[in-house]
């Protein structure tokens, strides 16, 4: 799960697996939303989640928000070696038009 | 589609330095950000600005100063670099809270 202090979080997975990153907040916020960046470039919007939706998907990609735990997860179904970069979340949580961001995670793909 | 584009891509200084990083955008947002990262702390706010003239304080704001001279250009300064400001800093821009944000390709910093 990435926040707080945690270091950036690293997982290795087999092409074809599911794999699931968590996301947990600390205050209130009325969106998640999840970011890719790849080697070299600037992160890259992949899906938003509002606080009235519990879960949202785009194509092989699952996200969901549960607000009374705090917490969103981010699904790749399928993982493909092109889902190899960092994923973060961020959270719009204390001023309006602030985005906090988690510290991310890492996913390694191999064929 | 949104453009972000940064310049330089890459700087080098040294300690005491006069850095000025800059950052347009070309699809009208209101919003824009300076962003830095490093390993280990994902992206962190250093200032950020709703409009030409307009600067707020970010999480990491000591040692930088911005400005936001139009809608397109916002402008980060670091008037005596230090090591610690190594680093790989981000722009980004937005048309409204709560929506996405576009980054630019990225500025490496570094301050010897």
């Known amino acids: 799960s990435q926040w707080g202090e945690e270091n950036l979080q690293a997982l290795s997975i087999q092409e074809g697996e599911d794999v699931t990153m968590n996301c947990s907040y600390k205050?209130?916020?009325?969106?998640v939303h999840w970011y890719r960046q790849d080697s070299g470039r600037g992160p890259a919007l992949i899906i938003l989640i509002r606080s009235n939706e519990r879960e949202k998907r785009s194509g092989r990609l699952r996200a969901t928000l549960d607000t009374s735990s705090q917490s969103s997860s981010l699904s790749i179904t399928a993982a493909q070696c092109e889902d190899t970069a960092v994923y973060f979340c961020a959270t719009d949580n204390r001023v309006v038009g602030q985005l906090t961001f988690g510290r991310g995670t890492r996913l390694q793909v191999y064929a | 589609e949104a453009a972000v584009t940064q310049s330089p891509r890459n700087k080098v200084t040294v300690t005491g330095g006069n850095v000025t990083l800059s950052c347009r955008q070309t699809?009208?947002?209101?919003?824009m950000y300076w962003y830095r990262q490093d390993t280990g702390h994902g992206l962190r706010l250093i200032h950020y600005?709703?409009?030409?003239?307009?600067?707020q304080i970010g999480d990491v704001p000591d040692g930088y100063k911005a400005t936001r001279t139009t809608q397109e250009d916002f402008f980060l300064l670091l008037e005596l670099a230090s090591p610690s400001q190594t680093s790989l800093y981000f722009c980004?821009?937005?048309?409204?809270?709560?929506?996405?944000?576009?980054f630019g390709p990225g500025t490496r910093l570094t301050v010897l």
């Open positions: 980004a821009s937005s048309g409204t809270t709560y929506a996405e944000q576009f």
């Open positions: 699809n009208s947002h209101n919003y």
């Open positions: 205050t209130y916020t009325t969106v």
């Open positions: 600005s709703y409009g030409a003239g307009n600067l």
